[in-house]
């Protein structure tokens, strides 16, 4: 770190935290990198992965913004820096407690409501949705964001397009072996039914579910259906989505999910990039089609809805829309005490 402070927006999507970080106007140095993924690249270092980047001053920030006594274990976040190009209004390298993630959509949603929000990205008087292009390691993603009564209302996130990848392999696991099922939209997400688990997508089973996604995610490293055709550092498992049916809404589909990710990390939110996923699995079973919405529901009782953009079949896979709400929850002066023991702090 080049400074003991270090200003932060913080917002939340449907119950997931996201703490944006501004590089430039925390006047910290630019990365080394022509494209966000060539940043992220930077950050992981030689012989570094997603959740196991090499030691670096800006990943000593990203442990004190992360770790307690100022995070906790499910805190999630990003760097803003500068996109590939003209297009984008903004990138962003998306961080959680163990690494970088290639992908997030609930931090998409985040990111533009804050663009908007803060005036970086002006929003016209008349209430008209505002498109915020944003630059992320897997590709270039957009928020629209919805305004009524001179305020953001919600957020509609366009993934990159999602791909089926694998389905029904086999997984061991100390509850028995099951199957999943795999797709990567951004990142690579392996599905679980919970049933087959013996299990309820529900609090009083968390500890139980994070535990056995946990095990899915190992059993699945370097297992060729996680593995990216085009960039080796997309590749690998990053999230596990532990889902329930719920009765048919008349819209469509309708399902309960934890999503555990990176190392044991739980997304209080329906998961944006996972929702992705289940939109292109249910549409690869036929029980989602263009015009049907996935309502979406989390273990704290947030909701997404998922669809198939119109024309949403391409010769890269489905394209996706999510829709869900952010909101701001503070900003901070966060600061680092040269005499204190605890330094950057530590993880629990």
Not at 169 to 184: E, I, K, M, N
Not at 258 to 267: E, K, L, P, S, Y
Request: aromatic content about 4%; some cysteine; hydrophobic content about 35%.
């Amino acid at each position: 770190m080049s400074s003991t402070e270090v200003r932060t927006t913080d917002y939340h999507t449907a119950g997931e935290p996201f703490r944006i970080v501004d590089l430039a106007a925390a006047g910290l140095p630019p990365l080394p990198g022509d494209t966000v993924a060539e940043r992220r690249a930077t950050l992981l270092g030689p012989a570094g992965n997603g959740t196991a980047p090499r030691p670096g001053p800006l990943d000593g920030l990203r442990r004190l913004l992360v770790q307690e006594p100022r995070g906790h274990a499910g805190m999630y976040g990003g760097f803003v820096v500068p996109p590939d190009d003209d297009g984008a209004h903004l990138g962003v390298l998306f961080w959680h407690k163990d690494g970088y993630s290639t992908a997030c959509g609930h931090g998409t949603m985040a990111l533009g409501a804050w663009a908007v929000d803060s005036g970086l990205v002006a929003a016209p008087e008349d209430g008209r949705d505002v498109e915020v292009r944003i630059d992320v390691p897997s590709g270039r993603v957009t928020a629209t964001v919805h305004r009524a009564g001179g305020r953001t209302t919600g957020v509609t996130f366009r993934n990159v397009p999602a791909r089926v990848t694998g389905r029904g392999v086999p997984v061991a696991t100390s509850r028995g072996t099951v199957q999943a099922d795999l797709a990567h939209a951004g990142a690579c997400y392996a599905s679980v039914a919970a049933r087959d688990l013996g299990l309820r997508v529900d609090r009083a089973d968390l500890t139980e579910l994070v535990a056995v996604g946990r095990e899915v995610r190992a059993a699945l490293a370097g297992h060729p259906v996680t593995r990216h055709p085009d960039d080796p550092l997309l590749s690998g498992v990053y999230g596990v989505i532990l889902y329930e049916d719920l009765p048919d809404t008349p819209a469509g589909p309708r399902q309960r999910n934890v999503t555990v990710f990176a190392d044991g990390q739980i997304d209080r939110s329906p998961c944006g990039s996972g929702t992705s996923t289940r939109i292109a699995l249910l549409a690869d079973e036929g029980r989602l089609k263009e015009g049907d919405t996935l309502t979406h529901e989390s273990v704290v009782d947030t909701v997404f809805t998922g669809r198939i953009a119109p024309g949403g079949e391409t010769p890269d896979g489905l394209v996706t829309t999510v829709t869900g709400t952010a909101h701001r929850t503070g900003e901070h002066l966060f600061t680092l005490d040269p005499y204190d023991a605890l330094g950057s702090g530590f993880p629990l």
